[in-house]
């Protein structure tokens, strides 16, 4: 069965400071993954995805994350965190045609940045 | 406006009322999703459509309906609401089935089920 895991429900980092949020899949067959940013009392909005075309990705707002398959990772980068990016992240992923294609999301983690 | 849309945004009932929950794209996206959204469980999958009548079970269907008459509007209703189904509900669309084509979610709506 697939499955994400997001390490770390809380992540708290001062403004400038390296952003790295963690994300652990399963999956028994190449997987698609996802992040994606939920502002307060927003809908989610897709930061980046992952496509097998590279294995770096680069997404919106600086952010960026490397697929990692020997290590089943997919953990999101930002090398200086801004006040503007606290929000909570959610990693997915999607490997079958069943329900939709369906995304398989983590538990979240909220992302806190301190002056 | 373009996108997609959710009404109402915040709703409190009562235990055994009827609810339903609007969603409305302006894509002609042929896919469309209810998710909920629960502390400690992402998000999960409630119902989904591949087109104009036909819909489909999800991770969490029960206590839930879903009709889509037209492609454009996707509601779900909850038939005799239940405190447990006091969560966060989103919907989201995608162009075709593709594994990578994007999801664009609405902005949610919040019930609560006294």
């Known amino acids: 069965a697939q499955s994400v895991t997001q390490l770390g429900s809380h992540v708290s980092v001062s403004e400038g400071a390296l952003v790295l949020l963690r994300c652990n899949y399963s999956?028994?067959?190449?997987?698609?993954l996802f992040w994606y940013v939920q502002y307060p009392n927003q809908g989610l909005q897709l930061l980046l995805k992952?496509?097998?075309?590279?294995?770096l990705v680069k997404g919106i707002n600086g952010f960026e994350a490397e697929f990692k398959k020997s290590e089943t990772s997919f953990h999101l980068t930002k090398p200086s965190a801004h006040m503007s990016d606290a929000a909570e992240y959610f990693c997915?992923?999607?490997?079958?045609?069943?329900?939709?294609?369906?995304?398989?999301f983590g538990q979240g983690t909220e992302l806190s940045v301190k002056p | 406006d373009a996108g997609i849309t959710q009404s109402p945004r915040y709703k409190i009932t009562e235990t055994g009322r009827q609810v339903t929950l609007m969603c409305h794209q302006t894509?002609?996206?042929?896919?469309m999703f209810w998710y909920r959204q629960d502390l400690g469980h992402g998000l999960r999958l409630i119902y989904y459509?591949?087109?104009?009548?036909?819909?489909d079970k999800g991770e969490v269907p029960d206590g839930y309906v879903v009709s889509r008459s037209k492609t454009e509007n996707f509601p779900l209703t909850l038939e005799s609401a239940t405190r447990s189904q006091t969560s966060v509900y989103f919907c989201?669309?995608?162009?075709?089935?593709?594994?990578?084509?994007?999801?664009?979610f609405g902005p949610g709506t919040r019930l609560t089920v006294l």
């Open positions: 894509w002609s996206h042929s896919y």
């Open positions: 992952y496509t097998s075309a590279a294995t």
């Open positions: 989201a669309s995608k162009l075709e089935l593709s594994l990578t084509d994007t999801q664009y």
């Open positions: 997915a992923v999607s490997t079958f045609y069943n329900q939709g294609g369906k995304l398989i």
């Open positions: 459509s591949a087109a104009a009548d036909i819909t």
């Open positions: 999956s028994s067959v190449p997987p698609y």
